[in-house]
């Protein structure tokens, strides 16, 4: 038998799901925004660095520096652009803050 859980447990629950699940949709949106392949791409690979959608969120709406103060969001509506975010996220991955 499961155990029981107290009712403000639950409340707390069920306020953190949701607002993982409004995250979730606002990055899916965000990601829709973007050209075909960019979607994949970028989505997959901002997932795999953030680990959760609301890191990677931020990440996405946060204008960079190595970007030339764009968002990658702005820049990765091309392919050029894509490629470009693509290579912050690499530069990232080792080592380099961007």
């Known amino acids: 038998m499961s155990p029981q859980i107290d009712p403000k447990q639950r409340r707390a629950l069920l306020r953190g799901i949701r ?3 409004r995250i979730r949709k606002k990055f899916a949106c965000v990601l829709e925004e973007l050209p075909g392949g960019a979607k ?14 609301g890191a990677a969120l931020k990440w996405l709406l946060t204008s960079a520096p190595a970007l030339g103060g764009r968002t990658p969001h702005e820049v990765a509506r091309t392919p050029d652009g894509l490629q470009e975010v693509l290579g912050v996220i690499k530069g990232i991955e080792h080592g380099n803050v961007m």
């Open 19 to 21: 607002a993982e699940i």
């Open 40 to 53: 994949t791409a970028l989505g997959d690979e901002l997932r795999r660095l953030f680990r959760t959608d």
